[in-house]
């Protein structure tokens, strides 16, 4: 089975990295997180600090099934500014079966400014549809484009994660899981369904 690969850098979105690596797990999808520091712990933007699995500089990355990018500030900056990153994503857009997830400013500020979604319909964090060159913004909680799985917020981590499900593993594991974690994607939108 390959592996994934989620990558961390100083402020980034708690909520969106811990969510997506805690969902791909329950479905058995072999997601390492990676620290782009020089150091293991890495201090999330409201300051949780995370022990990642792996050290960029130490980790070979032969065939990933997914490159998966949380967003937050400055983390989705601190990602976009790692050369060794850069190439990994470029490598991973042009390889035949490679997946990339991003969500937040991640998929603007990184793949956006990478040119990486040229010609596809893409999401981000209001504000940062400026940097998506060349995509169609749609203003949606995520976007599902060939093999880019791309959320605009904290608030719809766990859609964004249930549809990198979808595309890995199919609709009916994504919706047993779902299920599992009691999601109802079809719940009203009344404050009142939330807030009890």
Known sequence: MKE??????????EIEALTAVDVLRRVGIDVKTVSITAALQVTGAHGVTVNADLLFDN??????EWLILPGGM?????????APLQGL??????????????ICAAPAVVLGQLGLLEGRKATCYPGFENLLKGAEHVEAPVTVDDRYVLGNGPSNALLWSLNIVKAARGLETAE????????????SNSL???FG
């Open 59 to 64: 980790t070979l990355f032969s065939d990933p």
């Open 74 to 82: 400055p983390g989705a900056v601190n990602l976009y500014e790692c």
């Open 89 to 102: 994503l470029r490598r991973q857009a042009s390889s035949k079966h490679g997946r990339i997830a991003a």
């Open 192 to 194: 009142s369904n939330f």
């Open 4 to 13: 994934s690969f989620l990558f961390l850098a100083d402020g980034f979105e």
């Open 176 to 187: 047993n899981v779902a299920g599992g974690m009691l999601y109802y994607p079809n719940i």
